[in-house]
């Protein structure tokens, strides 16, 4: 055999050369360019959203959707777990409970959502239509002083 650094003739099964000290064993043995079927059969496969995922965007969802105050962000939250079902179906990943409650919970959160957050914009009508009535019979110090 030769020395694969230098080309010097060597004994055969040697691990190193004996001219230029070069080991014979640590350079990459040449690799066969052959086709894996074995990788192609098994891909590595991750699906885009997992169960609780799409749990987890409906809960916050539901839960901000009963606030009131924030049930726009309901409406936020909801529509996000409502995606994220869908996306869930579509990647036909197998089907699970987890996903089930996600999709109706994201529901009900979009229509609480929806709902509590028409209320609170007329809340929010309300109060200003008050403060401008108001504010045509009496001046101001008289209207803070009938709020405190
Ligand atoms: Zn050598």
Known sequence: M??????AEIPEGSEFCIK???SQTDLP???ETEEYPACEAAPEWTWPVTPTNVLVWAILGLAFACTFYLSFLGI???AIGMKKHRAYLESGAPYSTKVKVGGIL???GLGVGIG????FLLYLTAIAVWLVFMGRL???DEIISEIF
Do not use: D, E, N, R
């Not at 030769?2 to 080309?7: E, F, H, V």
């Not at 509590?116 to 209320?119: G, R």
């Open 106 to 108: 994201s529901k009900v």
């Open 116 to 119: 509590l957050t028409a209320l």
């Open 20 to 22: 230029c000290g070069a």
């Open 29 to 31: 043995v040449p690799v």
């Open 76 to 78: 936020i939250f909801s």
């Open 138 to 140: 009496l001046p101001l």
């Open 2 to 7: 030769y020395c694969m650094t230098c080309g």
